[in-house]
Every structure is written in structure tokens, then in C-alpha cells.
């Protein structure tokens, strides 16, 4: 699932390539990609693209006279091409060619800019908008760590007195914006905290580690990504992994053992030395 960092990186690539360019034409292939029925894709056709913004993990292009807010959902991604039709497939992580499907094309002053899916299911979402708040999911984004004015009051606001496994807080976006499953696994081993205890149990002193681990984590993920082609920043999110993804892998900290657990219908990982004193999760 992309995350702040990766979507940072995607949406400074674009801004710098596209912006002020107009757009030609509008393909939808998958009509339930777009969100805003009474406002069709299509009507954005003429339009000349101001500039392009994140918000949590959400695209927001601006245009002359309107926004397109873009989620990528689970699977979503971009694809550019130059003076011509899109690649048949993206890099996977493991750089084979997935071939995920573009449901949605934009025609822009010559090339292509594809919105691709590679989900068994469409996550990939549109929305043609005044303003990007206009998105239910937008007006409900909870503090960002890449912003300017994130601080640990905003941690001990989302955090402490909750009776919630600290994983799944983390990847609220109400709480905060634009962490998902890899970050919060690495947030949490920064900050040395076990994914599953509650927010009520946290210490100040843990609190100040959280806070200060999200902050080094996605702010050094969004500086290393930047200028990285869109087509590789994937690849490049799952090679600087700690522990995400590294399942039997030593712990770079302690030399322990990266393990698995289960959570929310998918895996996570964290090193039990690190984060919960030695005892694995059940």
C-alpha cells in the first residue's frame, strides 16, 4: 500500500513534470475507479493542471476550476509515458512486471499518465471536487508527521487514554495521516514498542520515543525517495525496510530475529528483543 513517503516522493515527480501542462482527453476503462457520478471524469478535459499536492496518502491535482482527489487504495499506483501509450506493466517489488491494468488515463500534452490497479479488487478512487476536503476521507485526515507543525502534543492526543493496540492507531487516519502497514512496523521498532500494547499503557517517556520515531522514520523515508523515478520508488520503499517485510532476518539493532504476527488480515512484523522484551506475539 503506498504511504506519505512514497506519495511525497510520486507527487514532487509529477508536479515537477506536468505541472502547467493541460489535459487532452480522459479514459475511464473502470467507471467504478470514479467516485463523483454527477461530476464525470471527463469534464476535467481543457483544463490546465496547476500543481500537484499530498494529502495523507491521497493525490490532489489542482486544476483551472477544479480538483481531482486520487486514492490509490491497496493496490494503486501511477505510470507516465512519454510521448506515447503507457507500459504494459509496472515493476513489482521483486522487479518482475506485474501488468496491473490502468483503469483510468489522462491524456496530458502528449503523454500518458496512467492510474493503475493491480488489486483482485478496484481500491483505486477518483473524485472530481471543488476542494480536496470535499473527500469524506480528506476531511477526516488526522495530523500529519510530514507537516511542518506535527509535534508530540499531536502524538499524546491521538494516543494516550485509548484502549487500542498502538498498530492500529498508528494506522488510523483519523489519528494520523498517511501510515499504513510497512511504517507503522518501523515506527514502532524505532520507538522499541511492542505493536499490541494500548495507547493508555504508554509512559511519557514512550510517548516522546513515539513521537520522535515517526517523525525520523517517514521524514528520512520522504528525503531518501525524493528524485527516485516513479517507477522504481516501490522498490526502493521495500529495500530500505528494517524490519517490514524481513521475516527471519537478523535485527540490525540487537541481532535478534525478525518475526511475524498476525494483524487486521495481514502480517506485520517487529523483532521481540527490541520491542516486547523478548516474548513473541501469539
Known sequence: MPESPEVEALVEWLDGRLAGARVEAVDVVEFRAVKTRARPLPSIVGER????????????????????????????????????????GEPSV??????????????????????????????????????????PGVAKL?????????????????????RKQLKAILQEQESFAGIGNAYSDEILHRARLSPVVHGDALTPDELSRLATAMRTVLTGAARD?????????KQAKADAMVVHGRT???????????????????????????????????
Not at 483510468?104 to 493491480?118: E, I, K, P, R, S
Not at 525517495?225 to 520508488?233: A, F, S, T
Open 49 to 88: 493542471i496547476s500543481a500537484f499536492a499530498r494529502a495523507g496518502k491521497y493525490i490532489d491535482i489542482e486544476l483551472d476550476s477544479a480538483h481531482v482527489v486520487v486514492s490509490l487504495g491497496r493496490h494503486g499506483w501511477v505510470r507516465w509515458s512519454e510521448g506515447g501509450p503507457a507500459a504494459p
Open 225 to 233: 525517495r525524493r528524485g527516485i523515478p516513479i517507477e522504481r520508488l
Open 248 to 282: 527471519g532476518a537478523e535485527c540490525p539493532v540487537c541481532g535478534g530475529r525478525v518475526e511475524d504476527f498476525a494483524f487486521g488480515g495481514t502480517t506485520a512484523q517487529y523483532c521481540p528483543v527490541c520491542q516486547t522484551g523478548g516474548v513473541p506475539l501469539a
Open 94 to 135: 521483486d522487479g518482475a512486471a506485474t501488468g496491473a491494468p490502468a483503469l483510468v488515463t489522462f491524456t496530458v500534452d502528449g503523454g500518458l499518465l496512467a492510474f493503475t490497479d493491480a488489486g483482485s479488487w478496484v481500491s483505486l478512487g477518483l473524485w472530481v471536487v471543488d476542494r480536496a476536503d470535499e473527500v
Open 142 to 162: 488526522g495530523p500529519d508527521p510530514l507537516g511542518a507543525s506535527f509535534s508530540p502534543a499531536d502524538v499524546a492526543g491521538a494516543v494516550s487514554g485509548r
